[in-house]
């Protein structure tokens, strides 16, 4: 059990440092960026998206090594042991979606609950750094 303590720790913490990571460097660079204001917040979009996917393949990356490594658990249902159906499987529990069809059993489980839990606190880390930089930007012309 402290393995897997262990692995779903560091996951989550390379998560919220690949975030917070990204959304510095978009607050550090936006204001240089040579467009009209308004397409600042685009680029700030953009780059939460890409944080958030790179984010899910960390999890998939996970779910992947778990799947394959004895004694972690199994991801069962539409699932044919793919790396992207693992991060297939990782954006739907990321974004807490959760489709279905992929099911985890053993001690993977505990992994998809964090992820779930990551992703709501991420998602809502990005909407309020964009609502900021909408308040910086928005008005400006």
């Not at 996970?62 to 394959?68: D, L, Q, S, T, V």
Request: charged share 15%; aromatic share 20%; no cysteine.
């Amino acid at each position: 059990m402290l393995a897997v303590f262990l692995l779903n720790s560091l996951v989550v913490m390379l998560a919220v440092i690949v975030h917070y990571e990204f959304l510095y460097r978009v607050t550090v660079v936006m204001p240089k960026i040579k467009v009209r204001y308004r397409f600042r917040i685009v680029i700030g979009v953009f780059s939460a998206l890409v944080a958030h996917a790179f984010e899910i393949w960390l999890f998939g990356l996970a779910y992947f090594y778990m799947h394959h490594t004895e004694g972690w658990g199994e991801l069962k249902g539409n699932f044919d042991g793919a790396l992207l159906d693992a991060v297939y499987f990782s954006f739907t529990t990321f974004t807490t979606l959760g489709f279905g069809d992929i099911e985890p059993h053993g001690d993977i489980r505990y992994l998809s609950g964090i992820e779930a839990l990551t992703g709501l606190v991420l998602i809502t880390w990005t909407a309020s750094f964009l609502y900021y930089e909408m308040q910086r930007y928005w008005g400006t012309k």
